[in-house]
């Protein structure tokens, strides 16, 4: 009984109010960090008239530990390095990342994560996973990497 009631309380809330009760939306989350190396500058595009976009890709890395002594300090270390295609359209955001990211940056990226398509030069519909930012963390010193 008593957790017939928890499990009550908690959808709604996790609700949005709403004064029409066939509007009761639900409550979602999109969340993304991404802590990693930039992979190119970035370059800044504007198409068909729309508010421009910067454009970097991110590369995150796993490791782990394989064979024998996987819970020892021996064992083959494997690396996987991901690859993440990240745009920034928030005007101040955009502008600042155009500027000051560049190749080989340690930035921290949040955001949202958006899967789309798109048609390629050779008209063939092909599928796009973006990392839209909405907050970029630089933790690369640029002054201290010039030297």
Known sequence: MLRRA???????AVRY???DPSLNLEKSINRVQLLGRVGQDP???QADGRNPVTIFSVATNEMWRTGEGEITS???VSQKTT???VSVFKPG????A???I???SRVLVEGKIDYGDYVDKNQIRRQATTIIADNIIFLTDSMRDKS
């Open 98 to 100: 155009y500027q000051h």
């Open 93 to 96: 955001l955009r502008d600042v």
């Open 102 to 104: 560049k190749k080989g």
């Open 6 to 12: 928890s499990v009550q309380v908690f959808r709604q």
């Open 43 to 45: 370059v800044m595009r």
């Open 83 to 85: 690859w993440h295609r």
């Open 74 to 76: 021996t064992g083959d």
């Open 17 to 19: 109010s709403s004064s």
